[in-house]
Every structure is written in C-alpha cells, then in structure tokens.
C-alpha cells in the first residue's frame, strides 16, 4: 500500500509527535491484512514469497515453474520471454516472464 499523498502546505505543529504512531499502526494493519488473506484462502503465501525475489515479479503460479511437470524438465513456456504470445497449458497465462 503506498504512503497517504501529503499536500505541499507543510504538516500542523505536532505532527512529528503522532508521525511515528501511525506509521507503526499502517504497518501492523498491513501484516494483519497479508496474514487474514493468507488464513482465508485469498493470498497463496508460497507465490507471494516467488514475488519477492528476483525475476518472479510477474509470476502466474507456482506450477508453470515446477520442472517436474514438464516433459522436458524445463520451466513452462509462459516463462521464455515472449517472441511469439503462446497461452501455457497449465493456467492460461501468455507470458509471465516479463
């Protein structure tokens, strides 16, 4: 979630006593909303973490990078940087690799 927009007038005397607090409270209130979506069902923790690292920004879903599933042994063909657009097989994604 991105930080509340300010104008440019500068913020009310105080404002740098109560900074703190609410930036401490947007913080619980974002890992409480990962871990409620996460218990519920919405969220798939497994490719938020694949979303953390390098190179799985733009990943559809845990299967198109699981080898196994493969005849070849090799990643699914939504994960070769796009030449030509080919819908994957698995999850209908036309390219994730980004």
């Known amino acids: 979630m991105p930080k509340v927009k300010r104008s440019r007038k500068p913020p009310p005397d105080g404002w ?3 900074e703190p607090t609410l930036d401490e409270l947007d913080q619980k209130m974002r890992e409480e909303l990962y871990e409620y979506c996460i218990k519920e069902g919405y969220a798939d923790k497994n490719l938020i973490a694949k979303w953390k ?4 920004e733009n990943l559809c879903c845990l299967r198109c990078i699981q080898t196994r599933d493969t005849n070849f042994g090799t ?3 939504c994960r070769v940087p796009k030449s030509k657009i080919i819908e994957c097989t698995h ?3 036309r390219g994730c690799s980004g």
């Open 75 to 77: 990643n699914c063909i």
């Open 53 to 56: 690292k390098q190179g799985y």
């Open 91 to 93: 999850c209908g994604c």
């Open 16 to 18: 740098e006593l109560i």
